[in-house]
């Protein structure tokens, strides 16, 4: 059932975010798999410092796409909800989720209580 703390035009807002934010996820997922691939140890062309350097932006690299794809994901969870009529409620209390929480995280899953438990566990 469709949370009946939504109207129409806020749920095609919050809809339009997490499509515009899969998007922009999907892009940066295929543009960053260039900065995450194996630096060369070659030491004739690259001196120590800047192999460290490399290295460390690799991984810096490797867990922003990381992040990037767990947000994906809770974003086309969100999506899927949205499209089940399951949208906008807490996944833990099954509370409706207020439209300021959404409007600011579309994908939230949690109340903002269930949110702060969850934390402080």
Partial sequence: MPNPDLDARQLESLRSALEKRRGELELLLRSGTDASAP???DQQ???RVSRIDAIQQQQMARASQQQARQTLRRVELALGRMADGDYGYCQHCGETI??????AQPFASLCVDCQQNSETR
């Fill in 39 to 41: 630096v060369t140890l």
């Fill in 45 to 47: 062309s690259v001196g």
């Fill in 98 to 103: 207020a439209y300021a929480r959404l409007e």
